[in-house]
């Protein structure tokens, strides 16, 4: 099968995501130098937003999407999130193949990557693709050593990761995952660009430090609501934890480029000994995402704000029938 047209690789854009969108466009790349079968490859970052039109997604293009919903007519599709199947009839129509691979179980999707181009394309990584897949595996499942390691930590990954809350246009993601190809990771943080944003991003969390006790709506029973949808307010995802390290789970609601975004999850330092998968929770408002953590953008800033207060009671409800049970077990 001979093709002479350009490859689009769509990511998620985050860390994630945008190191599964650079290390498969170099995997690929490779390839190309070895057979000539593909034209160009470029990696272009996609959103929920774009989900809404889901079965004519790129209609008549070649593409491939990593660390995102499941397309049938992706040419590679890379994800490992449990909620990747937006219908039943999508997830009948995914078989594991050379060029498709899905695993709930990765912690992310850039090891997903590897090993599946160790097994069917004899690929053997580099150095700075491993260290991709170990920082995104602590990024995105959130396997940080401490909240203080998660907040100030000053690793290369992490200059990259905060820098992203505060990108100078919607292209930029795109520019970085590019860079990302062909440097590593130590040499894209040294960017100007991405040390000026971390720069920015820096004065930003420490504003979110101060502002954010402010934002609480309440909390109760393990778990803590809050309200950061002004645009005046800064954000730091785990500003909660650091504040409150002693709930369970928190929920809140903040403003995205593309609209409010209801965003719930666990405390990754004090976990619930009974854990609701959140992802499954998020995709009854549109979203999805992780047992540990999920999000969705519903269509105002009061449908999530009415979201988020009845997912953060849903959640005080379950920790209370978790705790009633464990009550139940020890005086028996």
């Known amino acids: 099968m001979g093709h002479d047209r350009q490859l689009t690789i769509h990511y998620h854009r985050d860390f994630d995501g945008m190191c599964a969108g650079a290390i498969l466009s170099r995997i690929r790349q490779d390839h190309v130098l ?19 039109d889901w079965d004519h997604f790129c209609e008549g293009e070649r ?7 499941f397309h049938p007519r992706a040419e590679y599709w890379f994800d490992h999130h449990p909620t990747t199947f937006l219908t039943p009839e ?4 995914y078989a594991p193949s050379e060029r498709w691979s899905w695993d709930e179980n990765s912690p992310s999707c850039p090891p997903l990557i590897l090993k599946h181009a160790a097994h069917y394309w004899d690929y053997e990584p580099s150095e700075r693709f491993r260290e991709m897949a170990h920082w995104s595996d602590i990024i995105d499942a959130a396997r940080f050593e401490s909240v203080d390691q998660a ?10 990761m905060r820098s992203l809350t505060v990108a100078p246009h919607t292209g930029w993601v795109d520019e970085l995952t590019t860079a990302l190809i062909d440097n590593d990771l130590e040499q894209v943080a040294c960017r100007e660009d991405v040390e000026k944003a971390h720069q920015r991003a820096t004065r930003n969390r420490d504003k979110a430090l101060e502002q954010f006790p402010a934002t609480v709506q309440w909390k109760r029973g393990g778990v803590i609501l809050y309200d950061a949808s002004s645009n005046k307010i800064r954000r730091e ?13 928190s929920v809140g609601v903040i403003p995205t480029r593309s609209g409010f975004h209801m965003t719930a999850g666990e405390n990754p330092w004090n976990p619930p000994a009974t854990p609701l998968h959140v992802g499954q929770l998020m995709e ?24 988020a207060a009845e997912v953060a009671e849903l959640l005080v409800e379950h920790m209370a029938k978790a705790e009633s049970a464990s009550r139940t077990l020890d005086s028996t």
């Open 34 to 52: 070895k057979d000539g079968r593909e034209g160009a490859v470029v990696c272009q970052s996609v959103n929920y937003d774009q989900r809404k």
């Open 63 to 69: 593409f491939a999407i990593v660390d995102f919903h």
């Open 90 to 93: 999508l997830r009948e129509a």
């Open 151 to 160: 907040v100030f930590g000053d690793a290369p990954a992490l200059r990259i």
């Open 237 to 249: 995802r785990f500003a909660v934890f650091y504040h409150h390290p002693e709930v369970f789970y």
């Open 284 to 307: 009854t408002y549109g979203g999805g995402g992780h047992r540990a953590v999920g999000g969705a953008n519903p269509e105002s800033l009061e449908a999530a704000r009415r979201g």
